[in-house]
């Protein structure tokens, strides 16, 4: 049972009536005799929340920063409800409009939109919602919840896609040069064409050539069907909050645009995110369905505030790819991590594959650095200094170990790992 304000009006109308007219308990009583009735009379007359028939349909996913819209579907077999409706979500849902005015004849049903803006990756769950009756007079009324299940996963935003069509234009630039620009170890022949000034006379068929009239010349594509594979450091280095997102987002939207990419090349890719344990893992996906099974693997990703085990995910690694691979791993460039838990135990992975490592650098320290307008920024500068010293040392030491190192910051490790990727790709290094 709820009560409205009407009940205390109606409370503030019998006090006049105590004063002037019945000035004693006995006038109290009275007041409080007839308030009582007037609540239960309400609370009789009004519709039962509880016989509402409730369903849901609608949005159960949507892009992290974009509008779900779910409906809510209110059945009433019962007497005729009047009052207010609350869709209660998780604050993280972003939930634009919670309450809705209930006015339902017997018999009728009625559609109520619920907008959704989530703020955060993951899944999103209804928890309940509830009914609030008020009985013809406007003083008291009934209430009750219903659990109606509903799920919308937030995705990752992929914000980086506006550097895939550029990337693309690259790699179908790549994929159509003779071999004058991309010829080099490990390409595959494609083709032959006639000869046209500006070619490279090195490519000259001349076996082609004697068999026609005219200059044949040999054309290369850059190899398919290698294997890409994708490794996200999920532990701590990943929870640091670099610009307005944890590191981890940052390394999301770098593997995402790697995915799309690798893809449309014609390669292999896959997905380990893990740290002291294995988080996600997406492989042997056809590669229409790469990136809708990324997106659903990374929403529901945490950082865990544990100590990567990069021990396990190189013996991951290496017991997952066959034959000779592109690893990506994005994970963090922190020397002390990097030298004591990296370095020596990644050597079995060279020796077997192509290995980047992709750190998302964070842009404060280069605003550090150049602040110097009194003695506490100058404290501050040189720390930052030392810092950026100790992760060119470090870059340093991990490319002479024969890793190539992507340091960007986060709105440039995206579109830099990428390129990289066709980088190698037109060297024939995959």
Same mark, same amino acid.
């Given at each position: 049972?709820?009560? *409205?304000?009407?009940? &205390?009006?109606?409370?503030?109308? +019998? ?22 009735? $007037? ?12 016989? $509402?028939?409730?369903?849901? !349909? ?9 509008? #779900?819209?779910? *409906? ?12 207010? @409706? ?14 809705? =005015?209930?006015?339902? %004849?017997?018999? !009728? ?20 919602? *509830?009914?609030?009756? /008020? +009985?013809?007079?406007? /003083? ?13 996963? #937030? ?30 170890? %490990? ?26 009239? +005219? ?14 594979? /994708?490794?996200?450091?999920? +532990? ?34 896959? $997905? ?35 100590? *990567? ?63 110097? #307008?009194?003695? /506490? !920024? ?10 950026? @010293? ?21 709105? =440039? ?9 066709? #980088?190698? =790709? =037109? &060297?024939?290094?995959?």
């Amino acid at each position: 049972m709820v009560v *409205t304000g009407r009940a &205390a009006i109606v409370a503030l109308v +019998g006090v006049p009536f105590v004063a002037f007219v019945m000035p004693s308990w006995g006038g109290v009583g009275v007041v409080l005799a007839l308030l009582l009735l $007037l609540v239960l009379v309400d609370v009789l007359l009004a519709g039962s929340p509880r016989k $509402l028939q409730l369903s849901r !349909e609608g949005d159960t996913s949507v892009r992290l920063g974009h509008q #779900a819209t779910v *409906t809510l579907l209110v059945g009433n077999p019962g007497r005729s409800v009047r009052g207010v @409706l609350r869709d209660a979500w998780p604050p993280s849902a972003g939930v634009l409009d919670s309450r809705h =005015k209930l006015d339902l %004849g017997s018999g !009728e049903r009625r559609r109520l939109t619920v907008r959704l803006v989530p703020t955060r990756r993951g899944d999103r769950e209804a928890t309940r919602v *509830t009914v609030r009756a /008020i +009985g013809p007079l406007g /003083i008291a009324g009934r209430q009750g919840s219903h659990r109606v299940p509903w799920t919308v996963r #937030a995705l990752p935003p992929f914000n980086s896609r506006k550097h895939l069509p550029s990337r693309l234009a690259r790699l179908r630039e790549l994929d159509g040069r003779t071999a004058l620009l991309v010829r080099g170890q %490990g390409t595959e022949f494609d083709s032959l064409r006639d000869y046209v000034p500006g070619d490279d006379v090195r490519s000259i068929d001349w076996r082609a050539t004697a068999r026609r009239s +005219g200059v044949v010349i040999r054309t290369w594509r850059p190899e398919r069907d290698r294997q890409v594979a /994708i490794v996200i450091d999920s +532990g701590r280095l990943s929870a640091a909050r670099v610009g307005d997102a944890p590191r981890l987002d940052h390394a999301m939207d770098a593997a995402l645009l790697l995915a799309a990419l690798a893809t449309r090349a014609g390669d292999r890719v896959s $997905l380990l995110v893990c740290d002291s344990a294995v988080r996600a893992d997406v492989r042997r996906a056809a590669p229409e369905d790469v990136l809708p099974s990324f997106v659903n693997a990374l929403a529901t990703v945490d950082a865990e505030l544990v100590q *990567t085990d990069f021990r396990a995910v190189v013996s991951n690694v290496l017991g997952r790819l066959r034959q000779r691979s592109l690893v990506v791993l994005l994970t963090g460039l922190e020397p002390a991590v990097v030298e004591e838990a990296l370095l020596p135990v990644i050597s079995p992975l060279l020796k077997r594959h192509l290995v980047v490592l992709a750190s998302v650098a964070d842009p404060r320290l280069a605003e550090l650095e150049a602040s110097t #307008a009194d003695i /506490i !920024e100058v404290y501050g500068a040189a720390s930052a200094a030392r810092t950026r @010293l100790d992760r060119e040392r470090v870059t340093a030491v991990l490319a002479r170990a024969g890793v190539t190192v992507v340091d960007e910051d986060p709105e =440039k490790i995206a579109p830099a790992l990428a390129d990289t990727y066709l #980088a190698l =790709k =037109k &060297a024939g290094r995959l």
